[in-house]
């Protein structure tokens, strides 16, 4: 069963954050400069997790994976862009 999970991070060097990115952008829909959501397996989520520990620098950089409730609710404020159908906005 898949489950919703937002992934942030920031890399210090650009041509890891490049990488990092590119990466990310193949797993999950791109929210904001380094923020993804993803709807992951559990195999799914150990596999990125695994992909992204070999592409950072751990004494440099910061990924974080936040899990999400299915039925949680997102709001979006300002110019942000609309999330595909299924995921739901407070406004």
Known sequence: MK??????????DDRRLQRVFSFM????????YSVFYCELTWPELQ?????LNEMINPLEDDVRIYPLQKDSLVAV???????PEGITFLM
Request: aromatic share 6%; charged share 20%; net charge positive.
């Open 3 to 12: 489950c919703p999970y937002l992934v942030c991070y920031d890399i210090r």
């Open 25 to 32: 952008k193949s797993q999950g829909l791109h929210l904001q």
């Open 47 to 51: 596999a990125l997790k695994n992909k």
């Open 77 to 83: 404020l300002g110019c942000g862009e609309p999330l």
